[in-house]
């Protein structure tokens, strides 16, 4: 296991050069110069942008502000912000918890909602409970979770009253965004766990198993779920990078002041470093979690462990 | 050595047995008007093409046809009437009284459990074992199988074991609770010819030591006849052709075995004419 979870860090290594090489020639590619944003309202004139250009580094060829950019990175270094001139690194640590509760809220609601929705269908294909979990699962995945978030909103913010529609007031705030990131979420864990209980139970070990006199909930639970759970964590842990990408979106809609808001609003301010820490952030947690996820597959099933050995 | 009589102390009976899969017609029921029978200890082969019935007929016995299968007819097991008996009291049965061996063993193991785990669920279930002393009983088991070094092997996966062993965990699984029928279909169907040999001299042994009631199922006439007291040959749904192994081999009355026969010899490179033929 621990040699498998180097071998992965190793390899992360070129995907991640990759991220930061794109991330700062994507920042620098796009029209708009930092300095005359910063300057917006007082008075431009070209001394003033070109000696903030110069405190900004903004002055040197590309390849010498990449090298330096790369160089503090290894330290560890994401540079200041533009705007609010505090160390990136401070300026991410404040708003992540209101993103990684938002993302536990809605892997939440995924697997509960998607687990036994999932298992419902698979155990018995074709019945009126299978198609009323299909028609879910459809629907889920049909609406965009930016609109589910407004009709969500409108019904029990507006209408009922019983949720708060913004800010961050404790769980009940939490409700309403886990909701609409979470459902279509579900909605993948549904069609996912349906297509591979079924794909295990016309496996002969499962006849087998009924035929040692196992009850039908324990062949569910001690030879089923385990290999279909196995099939379904890998597209769990490509999801998960979907979450953070939906994470974004949702925040700005319920006005939560996450890393994926303030993303957007740095980037209205073109405040390259915050941008550039964000995303290689970002970068980041996508490829620990889906090396965290292989891990788990390899601990569902020992034929993974095995062709890691080998 | 002769087919059972109705009636005595039988310890399976089958009769006039039909079984329609839902989304077909009636008239092409896989299962229609089989009947056999066989007695405590007893081996009765059921031969035949693929698709003939064989297999379902077995699951009918156990009741593992899947969901929607109508089964009519009557499956006595020891005096109790198996045909229309609910789940809960046929689960008692399952894997107690009777064991099932299946025809792919690369298949027949769940991939993600140890060994010892799946000999340990049956001892556990319907003799109250506790994990050692399932264990143990695991690896005598194990041992009378024929597998080496039985207690480490509690910890393996089924992928590190060649198709051959599986097939004799999944043989020690059928018979750990000593049952006293026991159902094998295709046993050695999907294994090599030299393995072949082993494991159904594994199966007989093991009956006839434990006196086990054995229905053997297979395509293969050559390895029921080695086997089984009783033979019979099933097409197309039907049991064509019913009786003792010698009958059946030596004057086969339905064209159908004779044709089976005469492809066994012609395999074999026995010119002997299959007996009866004119």
């Known amino acids: ?310 | 050595m002769s087919a059972v009589a109705p009636g005595g102390e039988e310890l399976l009976a089958v009769r006039d047995l039909r079984v329609v899969f839902p989304g077909t017609r009636p008239e092409d029921a896989a299962v229609t008007g089989v009947s056999f029978a066989m007695n405590p200890g007893q081996t009765l082969g059921l031969v035949g093409e693929s698709g003939s019935g064989k297999s379902t007929a077995c699951l009918a016995i156990m009741g593992l046809l899947a969901r929607g299968a109508t089964v009519t007819g009557s499956i006595t097991f020891r005096g109790t009437e198996l045909v229309g008996l609910p789940e809960r009291r046929l689960r008692p049965l399952r894997g107690k009284d009777i064991g099932l061996v299946y025809q792919d063993p690369m298949a027949a193991l769940n991939p993600v459990k140890t060994i010892g785990a799946q000999l340990r669920e049956p001892l556990r279930l319907h003799l109250g074992m506790s994990r050692k002393q399932a264990d143990e009983r695991a690896v005598e088991l194990l041992d009378r199988v024929g597998i080496d070094a039985p207690r480490d092997k509690l910890r393996s996966f089924p992928h590190e074991f060649s198709g051959g062993m599986r097939q004799r965990v999944v043989i020690a699984m059928a018979v750990s609770c000593n049952p006293t029928l026991l159902i094998a279909d295709e046993p050695t169907t999907a294994l090599d010819v030299s393995v072949q040999a082993q494991v159904l001299e594994l199966l007989s042994d093991l009956t006839t030591d434990l006196g086990i009631g054995l229905l053997i199922v297979s395509h293969d006439l050559s390895v029921v006849a080695g086997l089984a007291d009783d033979v019979a040959v099933m097409r197309h749904g039907s049991v064509v052709e019913y009786g003792s192994v010698h009958q059946v081999f030596q004057r086969p009355a339905h064209p159908y075995t004779r044709d089976l026969l005469a492809v066994v010899r012609e395999l074999e490179g026995d010119p002997v004419d299959a007996g009866g033929r004119p």
């Open chain 1, 1 to 310: 296991m621990l040699t498998f979870l180097g071998k992965r860090a190793l390899a992360a290594v070129p995907v991640l050069l990759g991220v930061v090489l794109l991330v700062f020639l994507i920042l620098r590619l796009i029209p708009g110069d930092p300095a005359q944003i910063l300057l917006f309202g007082t008075k431009a004139t070209p001394e003033r942008v070109a000696e903030l250009h110069q405190q900004l580094g903004l002055d040197r060829p590309v390849v010498v502000q990449f090298l330096s950019f790369l160089g503090d990175l290894l330290h560890g270094d994401l540079g200041y912000s533009y705007s609010s001139h505090g160390p990136v690194i401070d300026e991410i640590a404040e708003r992540l918890p209101y993103t990684v509760n938002l993302a536990v809220g809605a892997l939440l609601v995924a697997l509960l909602v998607g687990v036994p929705t999932g298992i419902l269908g698979g155990l018995k294909p074709g019945s009126v409970v299978d198609k009323a979990a299909t028609a879910f699962s459809v629907l889920g995945l049909a609406v965009p979770y930016f609109w589910l978030a407004q009709l969500l909103i409108l019904l029990f913010a507006v209408h009922l009253g019983v949720l708060p529609a913004l800010g961050v007031g404790g769980t009940a705030a939490l409700v309403l965004p886990s909701l609409s990131l979470g459902l279509g979420f579900a909605a993948i864990i549904t069609r996912m766990l349906r297509a591979a209980l079924i794909d295990v139970y016309s496996s002969p070990y499962i006849l087998v198993a009924r035929a040692k006199g196992l009850s039908s909930g324990r062949v569910l639970v001690s030879h089923a779920m385990r290999n279909a759970a196995s099939s379904v964590t890998t597209i769990l842990g490509l999801q998960i990078g979907n979450l953070l990408a939906g994470a974004v979106a949702t925040e700005v809609i319920f006005g939560r002041p996450g890393l994926g808001n303030y993303l957007v609003q740095q980037i209205g301010l073109k405040d390259v470093p915050t941008i550039q820490g964000i995303v290689l952030f970002i970068a980041v947690a996508y490829i620990v979690i889906n090396i965290l996820v292989d891990a788990a597959h390899g601990v569902l099933d020992p034929r993974v462990r095995k062709a890691w050995a080998s």
